[in-house]
Structures are given as C-alpha cells and as structure tokens.
C-alpha cells in the first residue's frame, strides 16, 4: 500500500521536513517510504535511478523514529531521505560510475560523504545516475549512460543535464529532498539549471572527495542539489571538513543557520560583462528580471570585465591528463570500447599521449587565472550570470546540433572551477518547452555563506524555487 | 547516436572542457589557434598511444591522431601566456604523509 504523504509534503525544503520530524507530524519511516515508492515508480520513467536501496533505508528511518522518538536528534539531517551520484562508494550496493564496465563494481568502504551523512541522521535510499565515468573524455548527446539518457522532470523529451543528472532529475521531481552530487567543470550546475533546482559547487578542499571516482584530482568537487539555497548550506554543514584521507581538504569550519541578510548591509553584485551576448532569448529575460529583484538588496555594478585567459584549453588539458592517469588500465586494455560513448576510445588514447610539460604548463596557467580571479571577486560579494546560455538540450540530438547560434558568454564555469571557486546555481524562470533557467552566483574562495545568504534572499522575494514539474508518467505507461 | 557525432563537433565539444555540458563552446572558439599543429608532432604522439593501446584500429588511430593533433593546438594557445619563472603549477607536494596513510 503506497505510503500517503501528500506532495506539498514530498517537494517541502529540508528544513520544512526537519521540522516536522522534531515534531512528530510525520515519521522517517512513512517520509523513506514515500520516497522509496516514488524512486520505483517515477525514477524508471526519468533514467534517474541506478539502485533503490529499500532495505537499508527502511531499517535506518526506523533507527531514526525510534531515536528521535527518545528524544535523541542528531541535527536537522536525522530521518531525512537522500540520494547520491553513483560515483560514490556505499557499502553494500554496487557504484557502477554510471558506465558499463563498472555496472557491478562494489566496494567495501562509505564514501566519507556517505559516511558524514549517515552520521548526520540522513538516509540513503538511492544510487543515482550520472553521465559515464562523469563525462571524461567528452560526449555530444544525452545517450552518455549505461542507465540510459536521464530525463528532464519538466518535459522528458530534454536532457536532466550533467554529470550529476540523476541528482537533479530525482530532486526535480520529488524522488529524494536532496542529493549530492559531484562537479569537475559544470557537473552541478548545468542539472541544476536544466532541472530547476538548486545546486552549490563548494570551494575546492572544502569537502572530502575520499570514496568517489576519480576524474580530475585538482579539478573534483562534491556537492549538494537541493530544492532551497538554504538547504544547499544545511547539506554542506554536514559534509565539509578536512579529511585525512583526502589530502586536499582544509581545516575550515562551516556552519549553516538560516541564511538571512546582515541587517543594514547591501551585497556588492557585479554582473559579468557578455554574460547575456549569445544565448537564448528567455533566458536573457529571466536573468535581466532576476537582476531587478537583486537590485531591493544589493548595490550592482554592470560590465565587470571577466579575465581573457585560456580558460577552455587549460581546463581540457588537464582533465586529459589526469583522467588518463585515473582510466589507464580501461584505456590500455580497451574496455574503453565498452562505454556508450564511442568517441570516448580515441579521445582517451590520444590523451594517453598528452605530453607532461604541456600538463604542466596547464598547471602552471591555473595558479595565474587564481591570481586574476581573487583580485576580481575582491571587489565583490559575488559576480552573477545566467547558469547556462540555454535551457536542456534535447534528448534525440547532438548538442552540438542543437540551438545552434547560441554560443554563450564568458567562461565562468571552467574559469571558477580551475581557481577553486564556490558557485551557485537557482532557478530563476522558464524558457522554451516550458524548460528552467539558472541563475548563477559565483565568489571567492571560501565565499559559500556569502554566496547562501544571496541566493536565500533571492529565494525569499521569489517563488520559482517552489514550482513543481508535472506529474511525470510512471514506468510503462 | 553517439558513434554517429560528426568528429569536428565532437572535437569542439571536447576541447570546449571535456564534456559540452561542462563548458560553454565559445570560451575555445575565441581562444584556439587556427593554424595546423605540426605534422610530425602529431604523428609520433599517435605511435606513442598505438604503443600503449594496443587494440587501436586504423581507423581510430586517424581519430586518435586528430585529438591528438587538437591537443597540441591546446597547448599551442598556452605558450603565448607565458607564465613567470614562480608561477608553479597549481598543485602543491608535500612532504609530510596525509594521516589517513
């Protein structure tokens, strides 16, 4: 008998569900169901889900009720349902890095996420699909998965997005309140774009990668999706912190209380100059209206000038080089050949021939693009941009085929991502096919409060965080 | 489908960050050089991947040996920066073991 939380319930905020855990209204065991139930039926139909973890859930919301029942909480995570991208490591299911020759691959370890999560209260109900090895290499459509192509809860015949699809599409839709997913270059982001829900990249070192798949060690970042900024701060309180089994975390503390705004403050905004040449009509508009609203509480500078630094070529070099350090032996053997994208097999063995000191001379560009960045965000609590130059890219075409013209501004996202950088991404309209926009907010390092406490503000004087896709079709129907 | 991606779009997919989604396309357009990369270049870092991978075909050697060739024109655009003798590559050794072993 399917459980009967109502969806005003299942699409609540983190927060809204912790409440009426503390306070009884509901039990974790009837929340884990609800979702569990939700994760069978509608994650088929979306190629969201890779494994539904029933059991364990079940035995873990019971632990939770019966601990929250004795009045033992062990934060606003205790008894909350989640999901996680299939590329880290649970005890006890298999993490296939949604790619075929990984497909029963297991471990014997908890991803230090997982691990910090169980800690926290937060029950795993499900492995969730992602782009094949998180994308390395390249791929040019949708069909990038052993899962299958993941689609958009707003109009399935759209991309969810990538890497971290399942992640966006299973939140999108209602499967889980929250998910963690991981970016190396836009793998936040975009589903959280495409998708309609809120995605935070952390500042590289701010939480442990130990657990997951490796695609680019200096580049990889793990984080939350979530229906609310403020929930995306609630999940990394929970996740952050230095890891000794993850040499490049730092001894940083963060915590979370509701974001509000400092009383008798205004936020200093920049708006990225070129940020709305080339890309869609819609999403232009939406940024623009969003920028109206920022404009009650922050003081916004227009035409800030983004560095001209190679940004696209450092970037693909060293995700070359490094995930052809990680995949040798797929590459070498020629397992490669196994992935559903095929350009993968010669695009990784021609990395394989990736010269060190051009490596190296990509490493050495970083540490000069972080100069430039830091000096940049210096004058700014954050610099703001639409998240994506379109909305999803639909499922049965190249993307390179597809919205043609629209080639996008400035190069924000390989830029934040090779300094290390904090971004943000929440939903800030519609465009065509009824398909979400993205607002997005960058910063400094280490700038998450600041980047939350906007975001939060922004969220209070909107509603689009609130809206929900249509009921999707289940499975063979 | 994806066997079926016109290699040209693909590769400007790739070098626009290694996956589309992970990049806008146009941060490399306005950044790549247009001229060819050496010839030579090109071919022995193809004999240097047919070495490794084995099971390469003759047919993806010629794919290999045009990322390849895109990859040295990656690099190219970079020797015009120019990095200073203390720009030290963006990872840091260290030498202490991390205690996680």
């Known amino acids: 008998m399917p459980p009967t939380l109502d969806d005003e319930t299942l699409f609540a905020s983190v927060r809204t569900l912790a409440e009426r855990l503390r306070t009884r209204r509901i039990t974790s065991v009837a929340l884990t169901e609800a979702y569990l139930d939700r994760l069978e039926r509608i994650g088929p139909r979306l190629n969201a889900v890779v494994t539904v973890l029933r059991e364990s859930a079940l035995r873990e919301a019971r632990a939770a009720d019966l601990a929250i029942r004795g009045g033992?909480?062990?934060?606003?995570?205790?008894?909350?349902?989640?999901?996680?991208?299939?590329?880290?490591?649970?005890?006890?299911?298999?993490?296939?890095?949604?790619?075929?020759?990984?497909?029963?691959?297991?471990?014997?370890?908890?991803?230090?996420?997982?691990?910090?999560?169980?800690?926290?209260?937060?029950?795993?109900?499900?492995?969730?699909?992602?782009?094949?090895?998180?994308?390395?290499?390249?791929?040019?459509?949708?069909?990038?998965?052993?899962?299958?192509?993941?689609?958009?809860?707003?109009?399935?015949?759209?991309?969810?997005?990538?890497?971290?699809?399942?992640?966006?599409?299973?939140?999108?839709?209602?499967?889980?309140?929250?998910?963690?997913?991981?970016?190396?270059?836009?793998?936040?982001?975009?589903?959280?774009?495409?998708c309609g829900v809120s995605g935070l990249r952390p500042t590289y070192g701010r939480v442990s990668r130990h657990g997951a798949m490796a695609l680019s060690w200096t580049l990889d970042k793990i984080g939350p999706l979530c229906r609310t900024a403020d929930d995306c701060g609630l999940v990394l309180a929970a996740i952050a912190g230095r890891d000794p089994h993850d040499a490049s975390t730092v001894a940083r503390s963060f915590t979370h209380p509701e974001a509000a705004r400092p009383a008798g403050r205004r936020y200093r905004l920049g708006v990225i100059r070129g940020c709305t040449r080339g890309i869609q009509p819609a999403v232009r508009d939406n940024f623009t209206a969003a920028l109206k609203v920022l404009g009650e509480f922050c003081d916004i500078t227009e035409d800030?000038?983004?560095?001209?630094?190679?940004?696209?070529?450092?970037?693909?070099?060293?995700?070359?080089?490094?995930?052809?350090?990680?995949?040798?032996?797929?590459?070498?053997?020629?397992?490669?050949?196994?992935?559903?994208?095929?350009?993968?097999?010669?695009?990784?063995?021609?990395?394989?021939?990736?010269?060190?000191?051009?490596?190296?001379?990509?490493?050495?560009?970083?540490?000069?693009?972080?100069?430039?960045?830091?000096?940049?965000?210096?004058?700014?609590?954050?610099?703001?941009?639409?998240?994506?130059?379109?909305?999803?890219?639909?499922?049965?075409?190249?993307?390179?085929?597809?919205?043609?013209?629209?080639?996008?501004?400035?190069?924000?996202?390989?830029?934040?991502?090779?300094?290390?950088?904090?971004?943000?991404?929440?939903?800030?309209?519609?465009?065509?096919?009824?398909?979400?926009?993205?607002?997005?907010?960058?910063?400094k390092a280490w700038s998450e409060p600041r980047l939350l406490a906007l975001a939060h503000a922004y969220q209070r004087a909107t509603e689009w965080h609130r809206r929900r896709p249509p009921a999707p079709r289940e499975a063979g129907s | 489908m994806s066997a079926q991606t016109p290699r040209r779009r693909f590769l400007k997919a790739l070098a626009a960050g290694a996956a589309v989604p992970l990049l806008p396309a146009s941060a490399l357009a306005q950044e790549e050089p247009r001229e060819p990369a050496p010839p030579d270049a090109a071919a022995a870092l193809t004999a240097v991947a047919r070495s490794r991978c084995r099971w390469l075909t003759d047919a993806h050697a010629k794919e290999v040996r045009q990322d390849i060739a895109r990859n040295l024109r990656l690099a190219d655009a970079l020797r015009r920066a120019q990095p200073a003798v203390t720009d030290e590559p963006a990872f840091v050794f260290a030498a202490d073991v991390p205690e996680g072993g």
């Open chain 1, 72 to 194: 033992t909480s062990r934060g606003l995570l205790h008894g909350i349902p989640y999901g996680a991208k299939d590329l880290l490591a649970a005890r006890g299911a298999p993490t296939t890095w949604g790619a075929a020759p990984f497909r029963r691959q297991t471990f014997d370890h908890d991803a230090t996420v997982i691990r910090k999560l169980r800690d926290a209260g937060a029950i795993l109900v499900a492995k969730l699909a992602m782009v094949e090895i998180a994308g390395g290499f390249g791929y040019d459509n949708a069909d990038a998965s052993f899962s299958g192509p993941a689609r958009n809860p707003w109009n399935t015949d759209y991309w969810a997005g990538g890497s971290s699809s399942g992640s966006g599409a299973a939140v999108a839709a209602g499967l889980v309140p929250f998910a963690i997913g991981s970016e190396t270059s836009g793998s936040i982001i975009t589903p959280a774009a495409y």
């Open chain 1, 304 to 443: 800030v000038a983004y560095p001209e630094l190679p940004f696209g070529p450092v970037v693909s070099l060293v995700i070359q080089a490094e995930g052809a350090s990680t995949f040798r032996e797929l590459i070498e053997s020629g397992r490669i050949r196994e992935l559903r994208t095929r350009s993968m097999a010669a695009a990784s063995s021609a990395a394989m021939a990736l010269p060190a000191v051009d490596y190296l001379q990509a490493q050495r560009e970083r540490a000069r693009m972080k100069r430039a960045l830091e000096q940049l965000y210096a004058r700014y609590d954050a610099l703001v941009c639409p998240a994506r130059s379109t909305v999803a890219y639909p499922i049965d075409r190249n993307f390179s085929a597809a919205y043609a013209g629209f080639r996008g501004g400035p190069p924000i996202i390989p830029g934040g991502n090779l300094a290390g950088q904090p971004a943000l991404s929440v939903p800030n309209g519609f465009g065509p096919n009824r398909l979400p926009t993205g607002l997005q907010f960058t910063g």
